[in-house]
C-alpha cells in the first residue's frame, strides 16, 4: 500500500497555517497571543475554542477536543490521517507527491474526487443526447435559465445500466475506489449505474468540489422521485448543504442565510438574486447543518414548504437552530406552495418580504402546530412541546430568553415556566450527573496532576531539564495510562537540543482522546516555568508515591503470607524503606538553576 512519507507530512504542517485553515470553518478573532470563536465541534454561545498560533495547535476548553492542523481536519471533514494530508496540500496548493499514484488506500480520496469530476462531465454531456435536448428543454421550462443550468452543472443520465459503468472500467482507478464512489450498484446480474433516466443535480463540497449526485425524475411515475448517492469517504450527508460552495460569500456579506428543503427551490432563489440560500440535500435538518451554517453566520431563515410536512419539518429545523445558538426565524410562505413556484411565479419581491414578517421560532409553532389555543389544553401541550425543545438548550441564558418569549406568547407566569422546565432538566439528568461525578474526582487527584507536571515538563527549552527527566524517571512511576502513552511518544525527542515541536508530536498520537488531552496541557506552556528544581521535585516525588505504594502492598501481602515467604516479603520491604531514605540522594549534584 502507498504510503505517505515523513517529509510530506512536514511540508504539509509546516506549510499550512492553522490560524487561516480554521479561518475557513470558524469565525475566530484575537485576543492577546491566541485566537478565539464558537467551537465547530460541540454547542456553544460562549466561545472556548482557542487557537495558539504559535504552537500551531487548536484547543476547545469547553468540550476538550484538541491537537494540530491536521487534527483538525480529520475531526471537521471526517477524514483519516492521510485523506487529511491530500486534503490539506491540495487546500494550501502544496504539490506533494504519491508514492504511487493511484496505488493504494491513501489516495482514495483523491480517486473519488477524479471520479466525481468526470462522471459531472459525462452527465453535463448526455444533454446533447436527443434524449437529453429534451431534458434540457423541461428544465427551461420549469423556470431555470441556461446560466444557472450551466454554473452549478446540472446534467442528464441516460436510459442505460452501463454508461458510467463501460467509461471507468477502462480508466486507472483502483477497484476500491470504484467500489466506494457510490455510482455503482451491486445486482443479481452484477454491478449497474445508479443513476438512470434522470435529472442530475451535483452536490458540492464548500470548496466547490463534487463529492455526490442526486437524480430526480422528470416526469411522474412510481419509481422514488430523487435517487441519492450513498454515504462515500467523501460524502456525509448530515454535513452538506446544497450550493454552499456558491452562497458562502453571499452569506458572510448579507450575515443571514436562507435554508430550503429542495434543489429546484434553491436554483429558482440563487437566479432570482436571493444569493444568501442553501439547501439541505437528501436529508432532514440536522445539528450538523447548524454547526456548519454557524461557520458563515448566526442568523437564519427557514423557507421549508406550505404544507403539513413542511411545517413540521419547519418546527423541527428551527429548534435545532435554537440549539446550537441561531437567531432563527419560519417564513409564513401561502399555503401549499413551495419556494421554488412562489419565486418563479410572483418574482423575488413577495419572498423577501415574507422573510421580513417572518416569525420567530416559538410563534410560528404555537400557530402552525395543530393546537388550539383558545382552549387551556391547547396551551397546555404547547407549552410541554416547547419546554421539551427548550430543556436541549445547553446555554442558560439563551435559554432563558427563551423561557421569556414563551412566557410572555402564552401568558403564564416566568416561575410556573421554569418550576415544569427544572421538572423535565432534572429527570433527564439524575442519570448523567451520577456518572460524571466519579470521573471528575478521579482525574484531579493530585497525583494525577503531578504527572501531568511530568509531561508539561518534556517540553520546556532547557536540554538539561529534559535530560534530567530522561535519566531518572522510571516509567512505572506514571501510573495513569493515557499519560504513560503520551510519555512513550514524547520520550525519544527529551534529549534533542530543541524542545519537541507540539504540532508534531500531535500527529504522532492516535488516540483522539490523549491527542485532545496533551493539546489542552500545552497550549499555555509558555507561561510555564520549567526549572531543574521543578523537576527534580517533580521526579522525587513520583518515585515516593510509587515506592509507598508498593510498600503498602507488601505489607498487605505479608499478612497473608505462609510462612515460606516471609523472610523475601520482609527484605523487599527493608530495601524499600531505604530507598525511600535514599531517594533524595541521587539527584544531589544536580544544580538547580
Ligand atoms: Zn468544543
Known sequence: MARISEQTIEKVRSGSDIVEVIQGYVQIKQRGRNFFGLCPFHNEKTPSFSVNSDKQIFKCFGCGLGGGVINFIMEIEKLEFKDSIIFLAEHSGIEIELSQSYGGANDIVQQLLTIHEQASKIFIDNFNTDSGKKIYSHLLKRGLTKETIKMFSLGYSVNETQQLLKYFQDQKYSSDALLKCGLFVDTKKGYIDRFKSRIIFPIHNPTGKTIAFSGRIFKDSKIAKYVNSPETPIYHKSNVLYGLHESKHHIRTLKSAVVVEGYFDYLQLFQSGINNVVAISGTA??????????????????????????????????????????????????????????????????????????????????????????????????????????????????????????????????????????????????????????????????????????????????????????????????????????????????????????????????????????????FDLEDIEGSMKMAKDCLIRLEEHYLKNKHINLREKLKSETDKNINDTINEISIIENSLKDITLKYDDVKEI
Open 285 to 522: 435538518f440536522t445539528d450538523k447543518h447548524a454547526q456548519l451554517l454557524r461557520r458563515y453566520t448566526n442568523n437564519i431563515f427557514l423557507a421549508y414548504d406550505g404544507d403539513k410536512a413542511g411545517i413540521a419539518a419547519a418546527i423541527k429545523a428551527g429548534y435545532i437552530l435554537l440549539r446550537h445558538g441561531h437567531d432563527a426565524k419560519i417564513l409564513n410562505l401561502p399555503k401549499d406552495i413551495d419556494p421554488d413556484d412562489w419565486v418563479h411565479k410572483e418574482g423575488a419581491d413577495p419572498f423577501k418580504e415574507a422573510m421580513k414578517n417572518s416569525s420567530n421560532i416559538l410563534d410560528f409553532h404555537m400557530n402552525n402546530g395543530q393546537f388550539d389555543i383558545s382552549e387551556e389544553s391547547g396551551k397546555f401541550n404547547f407549552i410541554e412541546e416547547a419546554l421539551n425543545e427548550i430543556s436541549q438548550i445547553n446555554d442558560s441564558v439563551y435559554r432563558e430568553l427563551q423561557i421569556q418569549s414563551l412566557s410572555s406568547i402564552v401568558q403564564v407566569s416566568e416561575n410556573s415556566i421554569y418550576e415544569k422546565l427544572n421538572n423535565i432538566i432534572n429527570s433527564k439528568n439524575r442519570y448523567k450527573s451520577n456518572e460524571k461525578k466519579s470521573s471528575v474526582s478521579e482525574l484531579k487527584s493530585s497525583i494525577n496532576l503531578l504527572q501531568e507536571e511530568l509531561i508539561k515538563l518534556c517540553f520546556v527549552k532547557d536540554l538539561n531539564v529534559r535530560s534530567l527527566i530522561f535519566n531518572h524517571l522510571d516509567k512505572n512511576w506514571i501510573t495513569v495510562q493515557k499519560l504513560e502513552e503520551l510519555y512513550d511518544i514524547i520520550y525519544i525527542h527529551l534529549k534533542s537540543e530543541h524542545p519537541p515541536i507540539v504540532s508534531i508530536i500531535l500527529n504522532e498520537i492516535k488516540d483522539s482522546e490523549e491527542r485532545s488531552f496533551l493539546s489542552g496541557l500545552l
